[in-house]
């Protein structure tokens, strides 16, 4: 079993920034990819970015594009998303997720990911 701890959360103003960290228990963190989720009030999930495993790959969801950057740190466990020129439509809980089964590319589907943490509320203010 694999637990997921996000921090870094808050209300910051718009165009302003923000670094999420999730971090990880376990001994195998670099076989997993990591991937970021948020949930606005009232909406579904929505696919914000993953890292794959060994080599990492990245993906991004076009509404971040250019403005967020994941990356991952294996000796600690621990994926960041840092969060740039960020906008009130990113107000939302942010959530990490693991996926513990290898793939060639990392996927944007919710419904693979085997472990999820309890998220991190992202505010942003006009």
């Known amino acids: 079993q694999v637990q997921l701890v996000e921090s870094g959360g808050g209300l910051v103003q718009a165009g302003g920034s923000l670094r999420l960290s999730c971090a990880a228990s376990g001994r195998t963190f670099a076989y997993y990819s990591m991937a970021w989720f948020r949930q606005a009030p009232g909406k579904e999930y929505e696919f914000v970015a993953v890292i794959g495993q060994i080599p990492d790959r990245t993906l991004y969801a076009d509404s971040v594009k250019g403005r967020f950057t994941i990356s991952r740190d294996n000796a600690k466990n621990t994926v960041y998303l840092q969060m740039n020129s960020l906008n009130p439509e990113d107000t939302a809980v942010y959530y990490c997720?693991?996926?513990?089964?290898?793939?060639?590319?990392?996927?944007?589907?919710?419904?693979?990911?085997?472990?999820w943490g309890q998220g991190t509320q992202v505010t942003v203010s006009s």
């Open positions: 997720a693991a996926d513990r089964q290898y793939k060639l590319v990392p996927t944007s589907i919710k419904s693979e990911y085997d472990y």
